[in-house]
């Protein structure tokens, strides 16, 4: 069974500029969700997605932006980068709701220059 | 402190010694799930713990949940170099709609 995938695995971009992260589910999977984790820190959660619906969202200002596909893949936005942005984002799938284990991509490094 | 807050932050130990690590969260939760992650990678499922669950076991690791001082213990035991990793736990609130992560334990497993 292939697991989560997420691409790119890295992205490289300049300040202002936009970036589009993708992840596709675990088969059978409905939910997503989206993670930041700044170098050294805990993951912070950005979004969650369930059969194509945004459930929930972080702290996070409207530039971060996502939707779900009807195939339950997903993809994450981020609008006007700022230096900060610069992390890790993990996506992770699992079955619907919150009572189940999330399954990790790699992840998708970002860098703003 | 935060919601799912780590202690210690970071710990070294020697292959073959246990190593616990604990978890702390404020609110009343769902379950209670520890996660791994190896050098800044993807994070991979280790054990989910119901509220209405006090213990559970898989292989080398023991964890434990009290809720009652809403606390959570993750114990490896006979640790192994390859143990060596970030660990983290995450909380469910049902009410919250959302994981909260904490701020992970660093393991360092020594040969």
């Known amino acids: 069974e292939a697991g989560v995938t997420q691409s790119p695995t890295h992205l490289i971009k300049t300040r202002g500029q936009q970036a589009t992260l993708r992840c596709s589910p675990i088969?059978?999977?409905?939910?997503v969700y989206w993670y930041q984790q700044a170098l050294g820190l805990g993951l912070q959660f950005l979004l969650w997605?369930?059969?194509?619906?945004?459930?929930n969202r972080g702290n996070f200002p409207p530039r971060f932006s996502g939707r779900q596909f009807p195939n339950y893949s997903s993809e994450l936005n981020v609008n006007a980068l700022e230096l900060e942005d610069s992390a890790l984002y993990l996506c992770?799938?699992?079955?619907?709701?919150?009572?189940?284990?999330?399954?990790f991509g790699p992840g998708t490094r970002l860098t703003v220059t | 402190s935060q919601q799912g807050e780590e202690d210690p932050q970071a710990l070294s130990i020697q292959e073959g010694e246990n190593a616990t690590m604990n978890c702390s969260y404020k609110?009343?939760?769902?379950?209670l799930q520890w996660y791994r992650q190896n050098s800044g990678r993807g994070l991979v499922h280790l054990i989910l713990?119901?509220?209405?669950?006090r213990e559970k076991h898989s292989g080398r690791l023991r964890v434990t949940l009290d809720t009652s001082k809403k606390s959570s213990s993750l114990l490896i035991t006979a640790s192994r170099a390859a143990d060596t990793a970030s660990y983290f736990c995450?909380?469910?609130?049902?009410?919250?709609?959302?994981?909260?992560f904490g701020t992970g334990t660093r393991l360092k497993v020594l040969a």
């Open positions: 992770a799938s699992s079955l619907e709701g919150l009572s189940y284990e999330q399954y």
């Open positions: 088969s059978g999977h409905t939910s």
């Open positions: 997605y369930d059969e194509g619906e945004e459930r």
């Open positions: 609110t009343s939760i769902n379950n």
């Open positions: 713990i119901r509220s209405n669950e």
């Open positions: 995450a909380t469910v609130i049902s009410t919250a709609y959302k994981y909260i």
